[in-house]
């Protein structure tokens, strides 16, 4: 079974307000977790790294106060994206931190935002 | 930086044939590994295979098998006996070992097609 759970699998929402994203671990604790956004027909491009109990370290062009993160556990990194646009209709992917044993990362099974 | 080309956009191949999917990367890194991520049309990101940079012996898993070529940077994936179910993208993945990171570097893909 999955080993990380991601929710909600698709949420629309009205321009201007927020939406919260929640990535869980579910057989294992999680100090680092991923933040990954896929524009229809292209590549998963990192947003951001999700660091438990400190605060998300942000690639570069990523606006931090737009794209809210939040790992208060070691089971749950959030993704919040606030006062949401139309541009910011994408989908949404989390995933754990590959580990030497783990064979590779575990991805949730992605949010697909739509504002309207 | 490390990047990772995929250089073929598109491709199809016949049930039960054979087909190859190309990807070179670019480093500096010693350690790191190498994978093969399959996306469906449900968008869930399934680990295909990977490879670890030390070791000199390809990976299979099954039907899917690698081609490693460390001095080259090449990385091609060759999957035999095509099934109908191995329609997807195909999205070729870098990750540095033993960094601070451990996030996953994606290619742009290359979308399969076995056709009955």
């Known amino acids: 079974g999955a080993v990380v759970s991601q929710h909600p699998s698709w949420v629309i929402c009205k321009s201007g307000t927020s939406v919260k994203i929640e990535c869980r671990s579910l057989d294992f604790q999680a100090t680092t977790m991923f933040w990954y956004r896929q524009f229809p027909k292209q590549s998963l491009m990192l947003m951001a790294t999700?660091?438990?109990?400190?605060?998300?370290?942000?690639e570069q062009g990523v606006e931090k106060d737009k794209f809210l993160i939040n790992h208060a556990s070691l089971t749950l990194s959030t993704l919040t994206v606030t006062s949401a646009h139309p541009e910011d209709s994408s989908f949404y992917i989390c995933?754990?931190?590959?580990?030497?044993?783990?064979?590779?990362?575990?991805f949730g099974q992605g949010t697909r935002l739509t504002v309207v | 930086a490390q990047t990772v080309t995929q250089s073929q956009p598109e491709m199809s191949v016949q049930e039960a044939e054979t087909v190859t999917l190309s990807c070179t990367y670019d480093t500096s890194e010693n350690n790191y590994y190498l994978f093969w991520y399959k996306q469906p049309p449900s968008r869930q990101m399934i680990l295909v295979i990977r490879?670890?940079?030390?070791?000199?012996q390809n990976a299979t898993e099954n039907r899917f098998s690698v081609n490693f070529q460390k001095a080259a940077k090449s990385f091609s994936l060759k999957i035999s006996d095509s099934q109908l179910g191995d329609t997807a993208m195909y999205f070729c993945a870098f990750m540095a070992y033993g960094g601070s990171q451990g996030n996953l570097i994606f290619g742009k893909g290359t979308k399969l097609s076995v056709k009955p």
């Open positions: 995933s754990d931190r590959p580990y030497r044993d783990s064979g590779g990362a575990f």
């Open positions: 999700s660091n438990e109990g400190s605060k998300a370290t942000y």
């Open positions: 490879q670890e940079a030390y070791k000199q």
